[in-house]
């Protein structure tokens, strides 16, 4: 399989790049730029290079650079705003720090004859994002494109197969973008675009058959889609040998262990424990109002409930683990702030001892684990399942958590869910639910007084939920779903609407 390197100089797009190659089903991998050297980049066969950009100046001691070696591997080379600059920089460029030239947001862009630009008008809209940039071209190249500001917004060396763009080819704004990556990767680096959800089934099925024969695995489900997909893949693979525990903490959505279920153990005939744990956490819960209190316990009883299970059905030489590619990369890039303990039903345990870890999603972003997912036959509304936290219910009942305030939000979450369905506007909104708030108000139904608890709803729409909007939604959603939760679910007076976005509130509300 061809793959391309994405050397990441610290950009904020390195991800992006990575999906926009792989969209053209070519394999991309992200190396930060200090963990891998031309040599080996060399001896990993890669077809070519994309450097990311960088939120520095090349003329910055603690600047990140690179060995210049790499332009003499003979393998093409796509430089990308800082990695533009620094391309030229190794290839003895100037740089100028460009305060009268710095550029941001969508500009004209003219380009010449490149086989980079094949397919690409003359004159097109790019997305800028610099204050640095190429004055004049390293000894060697031409310039093929520029800007009313930025004399060489685009350089190329075709002998050596070296190209370097000021502008930012894979955010939408760049009308082209898509193009000029394309154009890179198959007239440039001459890549076969094999890169597919059908073949990564195939061969990841033949792979675990061999690696994983004869002994026996586990795998924690959890029923999103990460360890559903997981568990489903494995399964193909290895049959029976697969268990997977599904530890139900009583912290569901309506239905949704029953669904689990039969879904996976039914339809699927996977190997399924059902570990039916409701009592175990209600308890350990019982007077904690804390949500890092709250999620700290979830987390602890799960890794408690999982262990004793794993107990019972004796020797185990496999933990699966559902980690895939952003967790990869993210990992050890630093600790920000914690803002909340997040408990990944994935990321299990270090007690419990196996010979051996397997992460059969390692590889993938979450689309491409989601094109997995509908490759294997999962049903859509797996497939697209909203993320659901892995504490569930508990950071949704604001306060002291019981059964009976578990089961008014449940009714509440369910007809606020099959409103926004019965509208068709699921797939507009990435995620969508009720909070069950500790706040109770005086209603009025018939002619007598009420006094019930205050029901929240969320809606939001985001790319990545590092950030995200409050969902537009229509009244008519609203006022139905409000209706409706007054009217059927009894202990229920008060519906409102939460129009915070993220930042300053988080999506969950605790
Ligand atoms: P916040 O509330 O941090 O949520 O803005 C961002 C996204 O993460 C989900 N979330 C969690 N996911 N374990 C998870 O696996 C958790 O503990 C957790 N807490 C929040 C949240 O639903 C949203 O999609």
Request: net charge negative.
């Amino acid at each position: 399989m061809d793959k391309i390197l994405v050397l990441d100089f610290g950009g904020q797009y390195n991800q992006l790049i990575a999906r926009r190659v792989r969209s053209e089903h070519v394999y991309a991998e992200i190396k930060p730029y200090n963990k891998i050297s031309p040599q080996e980049i060399k001896e990993a066969g890669y077809k070519g290079i994309i450097f990311t950009g960088g939120p520095n100046s090349v003329y910055d001691t603690a600047s990140p650079h690179y060995d210049p070696e790499v332009l003499e591997l003979g393998i093409p080379v796509l430089g990308i705003c800082y990695g533009c600059q620094l391309l030229a920089h190794l290839a003895g460029g100037e740089i100028t720090p460009a305060d009268s030239g710095s550029e941001y947001g969508k500009t004209e862009l003219y380009t010449e004859d490149s086989v980079l630009f094949g397919g690409v008008p003359r004159e097109s809209i790019c997305w800028m994002s610099h204050t640095d940039y190429v004055r004049t071209a390293p000894e060697g190249f031409k310039v093929i494109a520029h800007t009313d500001k930025c004399p060489c917004a685009a350089i190329s060396d075709d002998s050596r197969k070296l190209y370097g763009v000021q502008f930012h080819p894979e955010v939408t704004h760049t009308v082209y973008g898509q193009q000029i990556l394309r154009n890179f990767l198959f007239s440039v680096c001459g890549c076969k675009a094999d890169w597919k959800a059908e073949s990564f089934v195939e061969s990841s099925i033949e792979k675990y058959k061999t690696q994983l024969a004869g002994k026996r695995v586990l795998l924690a489900l959890s029923g999103g889609v990460d360890s559903t997909v997981a568990a489903v893949l494995l399964n193909k693979a290895i049959g029976s040998n697969l268990v997977c525990v599904f530890v139900d903490h009583g912290l569901m959505r309506k239905d949704e262990g029953d669904y689990v279920e039969q879904t996976l153990g039914g339809k699927f005939g996977i190997n399924l424990i059902r570990v039916n744990a409701e009592e175990r956490f209600l308890d350990r819960l019982k007077g904690v109002t804390d949500p890092e209190q709250k999620r700290k316990i979830i987390g602890e009883e799960f890794i408690r409930v999982f262990e004793d299970e794993a107990k019972k059905l004796g020797k185990i030489n496999v933990l699966v683990q559902g980690t895939i590619y952003p967790d990869v990369i993210e990992s050890g890039k630093g600790d920000s702030a914690v803002i909340k303990s997040h408990h990944n039903v994935g990321g299990l345990p270090d007690v419990i001892s196996f010979e051996e870890i397997v992460e059969p999603l390692r590889d993938l972003f979450k689309d491409e684990v989601r094109e997995v997912g509908k490759q294997l036959g999962l049903p859509h509304e797996l497939v697209w399942r909203q993320p659901f936290p892995g504490p569930g219910l508990a950071v949704r009942v604001i306060g002291e958590i019981t059964k009976d305030k578990l089961d008014l939000l449940r009714e509440a979450d369910a007809i606020f869910r099959e409103e926004i369905a019965k509208a068709g506007i699921e797939s507009s909104v990435n995620q969508y639910f009720a909070v069950l708030t500790d706040l109770r108000s005086v209603g009025v139904m018939g002619d007598a007084r009420t006094y019930g608890y205050t029901v929240a709803l969320r809606a939001v729409t985001t790319d990545d939920f590092m950030t995200a909007e409050w969902a537009r939604l229509p009244y008519e959603v609203l006022e139905k779903a409000s209706s409706r939760i007054t009217n059927e679910v009894k202990g229920i007076t008060r519906v409102v609407y939460d129009i915070t976005s993220k930042p300053p509130a988080t999506v969950e509300w605790e």
